[in-house]
């Protein structure tokens, strides 16, 4: 069965670095997702992306953060500068056109020292 | 704005017993209403969903029933098993239109012992 996937499983880093997360998601998704958790808290929708454009943001998303799709495969999440605060899981999620259901990777968590 | 408020936990059950996760929304218009679990190391799945008011959602045992008139989408399922230990998140989504954000609850552990 097809499923998103997100590399790394675990990201650790110093403070004002920058760090990407990668996720794959299903081949056929044109609809893609992220969101994060801060331990104990609820999970957050950060940004959404459709035709090469982002479709949604969340006040999280600021100008720190960046999406991309380089190839016809990966979609990415950049932090330009991260902050102590940035430490969280990290989803990814993909749908298919028509449907109203997102498939989520399993997570990234990045710790942010 | 658009939240999502579901019982704390973890909920504690024993085999066989009776599970009910209560998760009440408040949305401007007329939401899709969803259950995901997480389990441990893994990714959130989609465990049900209901598009409009008085629709039941329902798989694996697990039902839940979209109440406009009191904003809920309750969890049961009638009798748990240890495999069902999970956090489990409920979720809405404004209208049906493809490309909508999701807004999650707090999420419920659950825990099933033998």
């Known amino acids: 069965e097809p499923e998103v996937t997100q590399t790394p499983s675990h990201q650790v880093t110093q403070m004002g670095q920058e760090v990407i997360l990668r996720c794959v998601p299903i081949s056929n998704h044109l609809y893609f997702y992220w969101y994060r958790q801060i331990l104990g808290q609820k999970v957050e929708f950060l940004v959404s992306f459709y035709n090469n454009e982002i479709s949604e943001k969340s006040e999280i998303f600021d100008d720190q953060f960046s999406v991309e799709r380089p190839d016809g495969s990966n979609f990415t999440l950049k932090i330009r500068s991260t902050k102590l605060e940035d430490s969280a899981m990290y989803f990814c999620?993909?749908?298919?056109?028509?449907?109203?259901?997102?498939?989520f990777g399993p997570g990234t968590r990045l710790t942010v020292l | 704005g658009n939240s999502v408020t579901q019982m704390e936990g973890p909920v504690t059950l024993s085999e066989e017993a009776f599970l009910t996760i209560n998760c009440t929304y408040t949305a401007t218009g007329y939401p899709s209403l969803f259950w995901y679990v997480q389990y441990p190391g893994e990714g959130l799945q989609l465990l049900l969903k209901a598009t409009k008011a008085d629709d039941k959602g329902s798989n694996k045992g697990f039902e839940a029933t979209y109440r406009k008139e009191t904003t809920s989408f309750h969890l049961e399922k009638g009798s748990v098993q240890v495999s069902d230990s999970a956090v489990y998140f409920c979720?809405?989504?404004?209208?049906?239109?493809?490309?909508?954000?999701?807004?999650f609850g707090g999420g419920t552990r659950l825990m099933v012992k033998p």
């Open positions: 999620a993909s749908m298919r056109t028509g449907y109203n259901e997102q498939f």
């Open positions: 979720a809405l989504s404004e209208g049906n239109n493809a490309g909508n954000m999701l807004t």
